[in-house]
T-cell receptor, first 112, second 110 residues
Framework: DAEITQSPRHKITETGRQVTLACHQT?????MFWYRQDLGHGLRLIHY???????NKGEVSDGYSVSRSNTEDLPLTLESAASSQTSVYFC???????????FGEGSRLTVL | GIQVEQSPPDLILQEGANSTLRCNFS?????LQWFHQNPWGQLINLFY???GTKQNGRLSATTVATERYSLLYISSSQTTDSGVYFC????????????FGQGTRLTINP
């Protein structure tokens, strides 16, 4: 079955370290998204991509970057992790611009 | 940007009861989805419903796009229905850039 997977599912890191969260989907969807979920804020969009070599900033993009070198993967990088980036991160993908979005299981990141 | 408001924020019911969750949004949308976040944190797709009515077992949803609201109905609640229900919408420009509401936390007691 086609699916969307995130790794690692749980990570603890220290302030200032670089962290990369992986997202891989096997649906061949063009569109991929990264969200973060925090108490009191719901889910907020970090970055998104509408295809290979395309990346765009979302609502809360400061301190994060993404790259899209193939259809299946959209890794999220925190160049220098901060305690404010402690959160649960969700990756999502969708086939076309107005269709249904499907989410991965989430990655819980703790920055100490 | 689009604002999404969900009500009520919390709902506690006995098993077997029915419930209605509401989602209001501030602008025209090309995408509206309902999700259930279970106690393990997974986001489960319930409905993709930018307009009209859909039913899936004990759950149904209606979106009245012209009046900018959507309703999620849960009938004969079970304890496994507990969790947080999110409404998320996508505007005319970039319909898959979903904006989420704050969610309704539903607790079903046995």
């Amino acid at each position: 079955d086609a699916e969307i997977t995130q790794s690692p599912r749980h990570k603890i890191t220290e302030t200032g370290r670089q962290v990369t969260l992986a997202c891989h989907q096997t649906w061949n969807h063009n569109n991929m998204f990264w969200y973060r979920q925090d108490l009191g804020h719901g889910l907020r969009l970090i970055h998104y991509s509408y295809g290979v070599q395309d990346t765009n900033k979302g609502e809360v993009s400061d301190g994060y970057s993404v790259s899209r070198s193939n259809t299946e993967d959209l890794p999220l990088t925190l160049e220098s992790a901060a305690s404010s980036q402690t959160s649960v991160y969700f990756c999502a993908s969708g086939r076309d611009r107005a269709g249904e979005l499907f989410f991965g299981e989430g990655s819980r990141l703790t920055v100490l | 940007g689009i604002q999404v408001e969900q009500s009520p924020p919390d709902l506690i019911l006995q098993e077997g009861a029915n419930s209605t969750l509401r989602c209001n949004f501030s602008d025209s949308v090309n995408n509206l989805q309902w999700f259930h976040q279970n106690p393990w944190g997974q986001l489960i797709n319930l409905f993709y419903i930018p307009s009209g009515t859909k039913q899936n077992g004990r759950l149904s949803a209606t979106t009245v796009a012209t009046e900018r609201y959507s309703l999620l109905y849960i009938s004969s609640s079970q304890t496994t229905d507990s969790g947080v229900y999110f409404c998320a919408v996508g505007g005319i420009q970039g319909a898959q850039k979903l904006v989420f509401g704050q969610g309704t936390r539903l607790t079903i007691n046995p």
